[in-house]
DNA sequence: TGTACATCAGTGAACGCGCGTTCACTGATGTAC
DNA sequence: TGTACATCAGTGAACGCGCGTTCACTGATGTAC
């Protein structure tokens, strides 16, 4: 009768706490429902598919989630955790050259293709079939763009700019950024280049709209 | 034992032909089907769900589609279908008024509410988890955009640029209406306004790079 | 126009299958003394 | 340090259910004469 330690058991023979071993499962679970996804989307993969791939039994399950739209929400936090850490990382690395826009068009090249489950899963779901996930990934979305919408004030033009236009302004970056992201993940890679150039293009035409913009009076009185 | 006509039967006792009746059941499961993508996505939707919506038996579904996936591809065809006999008539309508930002987001706008299911289908597919249907969306879509790119010949600068130059420009449109779109579809109604207004904005930032822009040279040779 | 036969959209029973969830359980890890 | 007990992550059997698909069928519509 076996009942030993986790699956993704590590293969020295360190010891384990229960602690320890439930959290491995726990990110057992989390990938195999990110590699699921990468086939399907959220609300046609089952849990028994999820437990089957991450290779415990389906009743285990239950130990670590109230049931399947608690792993999706779940997934959502994880995969935006993920997506800040590149975000941070890009924003400070002092071996990126270029301006802006390349920096940023390559960097989401670059880590789209390291982390292609987590993409999938944002870009699906954000429009998918269950609405806490809907709203989760918008949230963390809007979140993103205002985060963005702080760093612009150090940009010539833009940084003028009342916050509102600023918001307006990230949200179309976020959106082209999510846009171009989906965009890879869909095509066979020797269209990479193209796509990335694409995206490239049109954040050079926005940034082109910039200097001539009238930003809107700050009237809070409508 | 009954085994009458079909489910959606006109309510006057009109004579109606084998062919009719089973194109009638065919539109009654098409529209079966748009109605319960609202609430998932197509690849969770089952057949048997798809057939009791639309009133039938399940084995009734086989005479008019080999699986789920052929009526998925049938859905596609008849949305854009929808879609484009949309965008004739916004084209050549005399009685809107304003400039062509205004104009279009009004259009997507009122066209969004009236066939919500259909814009939802679209948006939610794009990205989905069946990637015959995905593939089939994403080249409406840039035919869609491609004809656009023919109307832009009319406008006053962009109109002397390069095909590949309006191309890029007519995506930006055709993606900023389908974002537009979802984000309507998934907001409250008192959102609206907020959303029409974002999407105007966004687009007279893109139209005002324009001037700017250096069109690409036509130098075939890369 | 009437009759005999063909067509075929729709039916209901039946199948084997994977599903989510419950249950009582096991046995290693953790803790109290 | 050793012992006795508690905890709890994971197990396998079992359940009822909806699924996709097959099959032989029915009876109104369509067609040939």
Same mark, same amino acid.
Request: no cysteine.
């Given at each position: 009768v076996p009942s030993r330690r986790p699956p993704s058991s590590r293969s020295t023979r360190e010891a384990i706490s229960r602690r320890e071993g439930k959290a491995l499962t726990r990110q057992a679970l989390v990938r195999a429902a990110l590699k699921l996804l990468s086939r399907n989307s959220f609300d046609s993969i089952s849990l028994r598919e999820v437990t089957r791939e991450a290779g &415990?039994? +389906?009743? %285990?399950f239950y130990r670590h989630f109230d049931d399947m739209e608690e792993l999706g929400l779940v997934l959502v936090e994880e995969s935006f955790g993920s997506l800040r850490e590149m975000l941070r990382v890009a924003r400070s690395d002092p071996t990126m050259f270029g301006d802006a826009i390349n920096r940023s068009v390559e960097t989401v090249v670059i880590h789209v293709r390291d982390h292609e489950d987590l993409f999938r899963f944002i870009a699906r779901e954000r429009y998918g079939g269950v609405r806490r996930l809907r709203r989760a990934i918008n949230r963390e979305l809007q979140a993103i763009a205002d985060e963005l919408s702080v760093d612009?004030? %150090?940009? +010539?033009? &833009? @940084? @003028?700019?009342p916050l509102e236009d600023r918001r307006m302004f990230a949200g179309m970056l976020v959106e082209t950024m999510v846009t171009t992201a989906a965009a890879l993940l869909d095509a +066979?890679?020797?269209?990479t280049d193209e796509i990335a150039t694409r995206a490239k293009r049109q954040l050079r035409l926005m940034t082109l709209g910039v200097p001539h913009w009238k930003p809107q009076h700050t009237d809070r009185a409508r």
């Open positions: &415990i039994s +389906p009743t %285990a612009l004030t %150090a940009f +010539p033009v &833009i @940084g @003028g700019w +066979p890679r020797d269209q």
